[in-house]
C-alpha cells in the first residue's frame, strides 16, 4: 500500500510496563535481591509484546514505534548497568522481530538518556525519539553520538505560548541544517494532552510554511 502517510504503529514498551505491574520501588528491591524474578517479569512482558507484533505483521504498517520511558529529567531510572543486564536483551528481541518484519524500528523515551545512548544504538533501533527539547549545544552532541548509526526524530515541544512563527521557523532551520545528511523526522518531542492540541496543528503548521519557504 502507498500512500501519503507514513503509518507507524505503537508498541508499548517493556521496561514501563514492568513498573506499572510492579511499581518502581517494588522492581528496584526485586534487581537487588531477587534478580531471577524480575528477569523473568520482563521476559514474560517481551513475549506478550512478540504476540502483539504477530497481530500487526497483519497490517499495513509503515514502521513500528516502541513506547518505553527510561529516564528522568536527571538521567536513567535505573543505573545503566542493571537496564544493560536485565532490559536491553529484551529490547533487542523486539527490534531484531521488527526488522524480520522488513519494518524500521522506532524507539521513544522521555528524560535524559545520554548515559545509555550507546546502548540503544547497540540495539540497531533505526530511528530515536524524545530528548525533551535539547538547546542547541546538547543537539550538537547528540548528532555527533548518533551520526551514521540512527536518525533523529523530534525536539520540539508543544509550550511555546506567545512564541511567534519567526522563532519557530529559526529553530527549524538550525534543526534541518544541523541533521542535514544524517537522518532528521520532524515531530514534536513527546506526546500531547488535549489543552496543547491546537499548539500541535500550529506546529506542523508553522512546519509547512518553513518547508515550503526553504523549498520554493
Same mark, same amino acid.
Given at each position: 500500500?502507498?500512500?501519503?502517510?507514513?503509518?507507524?504503529?505503537?508498541?508499548p514498551g517493556?521496561?514501563?510496563q514492568?513498573?506499572?505491574?510492579?511499581t518502581?520501588?517494588?522492581?528496584?528491591?526485586?534487581?537487588?535481591?531477587?534478580?531471577?524474578?524480575?528477569?523473568?517479569?520482563?521476559?514474560?512482558?517481551r513475549?506478550?509484546?512478540?504476540?502483539?507484533?504477530?497481530?500487526?505483521?497483519?497490517?499495513?504498517?509503515?514502521?513500528?514505534?516502541i513506547?518505553?520511558?527510561?529516564?528522568?529529567?536527571?538521567?536513567?531510572?535505573?543505573?545503566?548497568?542493571?537496564?544493560?543486564?536485565?532490559?536491553?536483551?529484551?529490547?533487542?528481541e523486539?527490534v531484531?522481530?521488527?526488522?524480520?518484519? *522488513?519494518?524500521?524500528?522506532? @524507539?521513544? %523515551? /522521555? #528524560?535524559?538518556?545520554? &548515559?545509555?545512548?550507546?546502548?540503544? !544504538?547497540?540495539?540497531k533501533?533505526?530511528?530515536?525519539?524524545?530528548?525533551?527539547?535539547l538547546?542547541?549545544?546538547a543537539?550538537?552532541?547528540?548528532?555527533?553520538?548518533?551520526?551514521?548509526?540512527?536518525?533523529?526524530?523530534?525536539?520540539?515541544?508543544?509550550?511555546?505560548?506567545?512564541?511567534?512563527?519567526g522563532?519557530?521557523?529559526?529553530?527549524?532551520?538550525?534543526?534541518?541544517?544541523?541533521?542535514? *545528511?544524517?537522518?532528521?523526522? @520532524?515531530? %514534536? /518531542? #513527546?506526546?500531547?494532552? &488535549?489543552?496543547?492540541?491546537?499548539? !500541535?496543528?500550529?506546529?506542523?503548521?508553522?512546519?509547512?510554511?518553513?518547508?515550503?519557504?526553504?523549498?520554493?
Open positions: 500500500m502507498y500512500t501519503d502517510y507514513f503509518v507507524l504503529a505503537a508498541l517493556i521496561f514501563w514492568s513498573l506499572t505491574e510492579l518502581l520501588e517494588v522492581a528496584a528491591r526485586m534487581i537487588k535481591k531477587e534478580p531471577e524474578k524480575y528477569r523473568r517479569v520482563l521476559g514474560q512482558i513475549k506478550r509484546r512478540e504476540s502483539l507484533l504477530e497481530q500487526l505483521a497483519q497490517f499495513e504498517v509503515d514502521g513500528i514505534f513506547l518505553d520511558d527510561l529516564a528522568g529529567k536527571n538521567g536513567p531510572l535505573f543505573s545503566p548497568k542493571a537496564l544493560r543486564e536485565f532490559l536491553f536483551p529484551e529490547l533487542k523486539l531484531d522481530i521488527i526488522h524480520q518484519l *522488513g519494518k524500521p524500528a522506532f @524507539f521513544h %523515551s /522521555d #528524560g535524559f538518556i545520554k &548515559p545509555i545512548l550507546p546502548d540503544l !544504538l547497540a540495539l533501533v533505526d530511528v530515536l525519539h524524545g530528548f525533551d527539547g538547546d542547541y549545544e543537539l550538537k552532541d547528540i548528532k555527533r553520538l548518533i551520526a551514521g548509526q540512527a536518525a533523529f526524530m523530534g525536539n520540539f515541544n508543544l509550550h511555546f505560548d506567545g512564541q511567534g512563527n522563532a519557530l521557523r529559526a529553530d527549524m532551520r538550525f534543526v534541518m541544517e544541523l541533521f542535514a *545528511g544524517s537522518g532528521y523526522i @520532524f515531530s %514534536s /518531542d #513527546g506526546g500531547f494532552t &488535549p489543552d496543547s492540541i491546537e499548539n !500541535l496543528v500550529a506546529l506542523y503548521r508553522y512546519f509547512h510554511q518553513y518547508w515550503e519557504g526553504e523549498n520554493a
